[in-house]
DNA sequence: TGTTATAATTAGGCATGCCTTATAAAATTT
DNA sequence: AAATTTTATAAGGCATGCCTAATTATAACA
């Protein structure tokens, strides 16, 4: 509400791309965000000014405490709406995003409250991205990603890339979705596919989505003889 | 999602001005909107070159059949999302409509299908005004003015108007809601206030307002006596 | 310490949607 | 028919958010 469309957004990417530690390069921001780097140059000066981005040339961009709170905002309207999205009106998974990166900056404070009381207070969204007030899921501690699993060891998944559409329909259609269990099988040489076992089934996924999966080796080795 | 949010707002203003029936001054308009005339005059043209208008100069404009759909659209999505506002958030019947005029823009027709559906396809928005697919609201047959009502007489409120959050507080605080029963009591003459009875009590208010109340005669003049 | 790659910056433009001021044309009144 | 009011249109601007091409500054590398 406070802040543009296009402010939200640059202030989410940032954050994602890790603006609350170190500085991100701008160029990088521009090629991740599909703009010009002059462009990306313009608005950043313009956040500077408005204090939520603290600029250092050839350094980066990171977030100020003020700009940090207003990507989470961002971010909190997003998953709750895709949330509501995927359980309340069940929107199919992969398309829950697209509509929320709209939603989210058309929400009030009031609504967004309402929004988690109604939902009962979520704790993640669809993709397994957290959902808290402090909450920026760019940083995590436990979770590494899949590609980091040794041939044999099993892990849950915890959360996949939510930004390309297609990409989550594929997801889907193997079944990689937040809370599965996945056994590593092998990761072939010269950047061969990464195979692995989910649900007695063996599929195979290239190294990049391989890498951009989360998991955590959770501590119950035997949750699939337990529950369905 | 096809045209932007503020030729989406145009069309809903043209349409609720008279714009399915005849033509709409866009002076009238520009006043309306708080827009400039030459600003309207502009953006006039450009609806007329995507064939959502139809303008005679000296004359005005009107909706083309095209320009009517989108409105219809627009205005489903907005009372829908009014309807899970109230119902579903429990967010004030004040508060609603602001709320919906961003998210209206935002909402494609999927969600608002499913929406509706989640929904349970109510028939009309807080307000009073109609949800379906071919309803505009702008037109109405058996509505009219509560201040056409003669003294003594009594009807049921339909509608109220709901682009000012200011009076949709007046009117809540009056009890003044779609649904509820009143009867006139007196319209004092010299632009005087217009007295009715709600709820055994005596209310008075100002002519425009009571213009721009729609009622209906029910037929059962003992609604009261039956149900809560 | 150059050279080279990367990042920053300047300059000029475009689309959208708004603005004011001024002029022209048509419609209404008188 | 003439005067007046309303409406249309032309001209020039502004903010936002994007663009390309060209130049300059810095960092990294050899
Ligand atoms: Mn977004
Ligand atoms: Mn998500
Ligand atoms: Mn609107
Ligand atoms: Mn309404």
Request: hydrophobic content about 35%; charged content about 25%; some cysteine.
């Amino acid at each position: 509400m406070l802040h543009s469309e296009s402010a939200e957004d640059y202030l989410k990417t940032i954050c994602k791309m890790g603006g609350t530690q170190g500085a991100v390069s701008t160029s990088a921001l521009a090629s991740r965000l599909g703009i010009s780097p002059v462009s990306v140059h313009e608005m950043i000066r313009k956040l500077a000014e408005q204090g939520l981005v603290e600029y250092t040339p050839y350094r980066g961009v990171s977030l100020t405490p003020a700009g940090l709170r207003a990507a989470q905002n961002v971010f909190r309207r997003h998953r709750l709406w895709e949330r509501f999205l995927h359980d309340s009106l069940g929107l199919p998974w992969a398309r829950v995003h697209e509509e929320a990166e709209r939603l989210e900056h058309a929400t009030s404070q009031e609504v967004s409250d309402r929004l988690a009381q109604f939902l009962n207070y979520p704790q993640e969204c669809p993709h397994g991205y957290p959902i808290g007030q402090e909450t920026c899921a760019c940083e995590d501690e436990a979770a590494r990603p899949l590609l980091e699993l040794a041939a044999g060891e099993s892990a849950e998944i915890e959360r996949v890339p939510e930004d390309n559409a297609q990409m989550l329909e594929y997801l889907d259609h193997l079944g990689l979705r937040p809370g599965v269990r996945v056994t590593m099988i092998e990761i072939a040489p010269f950047d061969g596919p990464v195979t692995i076992e989910l649900a007695g089934e063996r599929k195979a996924i290239g190294r990049p989505l391989a890498e951009r999966i989360l998991v955590h080796i959770a501590a119950s080795h035997h949750t699939e003889h337990q529950g369905g």
